[in-house]
T-cell receptor, first 116, second 115 residues
Framework: ETGVTQSPTHLIKTRGQQVTLRCSSQ?????VSWYQQALGQGPQFIFQ???????GRGNFPPRFSGLQFPNYSSELNVNALELDDSALYLC???????????????FGEGSRLTVL | AQSVAQPEDQVNVAEGNPLTVKCTYS??????LFWYVQYPNRGLQFLLK??????LVKGSYGFEAEFNKSQTSFHLKKPSALVSDSALYFC?????????????FGAGTTVTVRA
């Protein structure tokens, strides 16, 4: 186990609704990244948070937003859900900074979102 | 820009035979390279990484990978496959010069090891 926990594990929403997914990072890690994994595809980078600020973003629209809290936990929010948002959402933690490791990410088990 | 290609959607081998999963990458600078494994309905588990040094990297569960800079490849290998190695394998790359820890993943290769 990586020590990264995500909730909820599964959820079903309808088009147009909003969803919040949560992630607790591994102890000692200060950076959280979110990835979307659609069925049959590799994970796609959504964004990364470091020191409570977004410091990297992939090709996702603004309705995908996030937060990082002082304890380094994080939330992913998706507004105006679309059918194509159905996917496994993965949170990954890592350590950035002067004593950074070599960029290895530790993933949680994911939150599977189904949009009907 | 950084990207990864996994040219095989599926790899099928018999238990006890060698297993190879192919990966090629593209980065503007020097790469950090990773292999992850995913079991059904689970997150990604780290197998191994190449940062610098020896081109042959050893990782978890008897897996190893060989970094080849001239061929921009990072193939995953296991000398003797087990049925329990059946899973989805992802290669990933990060540009060392990048300011964040974004990983770019391949589409994945499904490995099936038959008894």
């Amino acid at each position: 186990e990586t020590g990264v926990t995500q909730s909820p594990t599964h959820l079903i929403k309808t088009r147009g609704q909003q969803v919040t997914l949560r992630c607790s990072s591994q102890s000692g890690h200060n950076t959280v990244s979110w990835y979307q994994q659609a069925l049959g595809q590799g994970p796609q980078f959504i964004f990364q948070y470091y020191r409570e600020e977004e410091n990297g973003r992939g090709n996702f629209p603004p309705r995908f937003s996030g937060l990082q809290f002082p304890n380094y936990s994080s939330e992913l929010n998706v507004n105006a859900l679309e059918l194509d948002d159905s996917a496994l959402y993965l949170c990954a933690s890592s350590l950035a900074g002067r004593n950074a490791n070599t960029g290895e990410l530790f993933f949680g088990e994911g939150s599977r979102l189904t949009v009907l | 820009a950084q990207s990864v290609a996994q040219p095989e959607d599926q790899v099928n081998v018999a238990e006890g035979n060698p297993l190879t999963v192919k990966c090629t990458y593209s980065v503007s600078g020097n790469p950090y390279l990773f292999w992850y494994v995913q079991y059904p309905n689970r997150g990604l588990q780290f197998l191994l990484k190449y940062i610098t040094g020896d081109n042959l990297v050893k990782g978890s569960y008897g897996f190893e990978a060989e970094f080849n800079k001239s061929q921009t490849s990072f193939h995953l290998k296991k000398p003797s496959a087990l049925v329990s190695d059946s899973a989805l394998y992802f290669c990933a790359v990060r540009d060392i010069g990048g300011n964040d820890y974004k990983l770019s993943f391949g589409a994945g290769t499904t490995v099936t090891v038959r008894a």
